[in-house]
């Protein structure tokens, strides 16, 4: 069964409107439209199923909307704080409240910080090929992966650019900093994935 959606008509939202309601309307590609469920309105020609039931073509990425490169940096500080905050409890709470022997404890906790990049890789690559396509870090900046067609990433395509970036650290960096030099904004491992950062089209 097929979402009601509300309709942004003259600058005012309508509806909802079932689908059969939107065709007799006659909507536009570029009408705004969102379901209930939706937190921000999009172009009709956004979504996949209105696409499909009006033949609307699916809209090239503007260049406006790709992530800028200080977005997705802060994004990264954001995403280091959550998962060596996360492993900071763990320590707390199981080597400090559970491991009575102090050398043992110091073992556990070396060896709990050592797993934070190896964790910080199995959050993105989950987060970014998840419905939110994006870790937490990157949905407070607004922003979230996507294929070069706009899609959602499969999780095979995550484990990709995640290892991808290998490639832009053994550059001494410079690998990222090509988010400078390209029209697109990627980064090298974002090239060598067929991969994406953009905005969220409405705020």
């Known amino acids: 069964m097929h979402p009601n959606y509300i309709l942004v008509i003259n600058g005012k939202p309508e509806g909802p409107f ?10 536009k590609p570029a009408d705004f439209v969102k379901t209930p469920e939706m937190p921000d309105y999009k172009e009709a020609q956004e979504i996949a199923e209105l ?54 404890r110091m073992t556990a906790s070396f060896g709990l910080l050592a797993c934070v990049p190896f964790a910080k ?3 993105h690559m989950v987060m970014e090929s998840s419905v939110k396509q994006a870790t937490y870090g990157k949905l407070m900046l607004k922003i979230k992966v996507v294929d070069m067609n706009g899609e959602r990433i499969t999780f095979g395509k995550a484990v990709a650019r995640s290892l991808c970036k290998i490639f832009s650290v053994l550059t001494f960096f ?28 409405l705020f």
């Open 18 to 27: 079932s689908i059969d309601e939107l065709k007799a309307r006659k909507i």
């Open 51 to 104: 696409r499909d039931l009006f033949g609307f073509a699916k809209p090239a990425l503007l260049m406006q909307y790709f992530g800028s490169f200080d977005q997705r940096l802060l994004a990264s500080f954001l995403d280091w704080f959550i998962v060596f905050g996360a492993f900071v409890v763990v320590i707390f709470v199981v080597v400090l409240l559970i491991l009575q022997d102090k050398e043992t």
């Open 121 to 123: 890789i199995i959050y």
């Open 174 to 201: 410079i690998g990222y900093l090509m988010a400078f030099f390209n029209k697109k904004q990627q980064c090298l491992h974002d090239m060598m994935a067929g991969t994406l950062v953009i905005k969220e089209r």
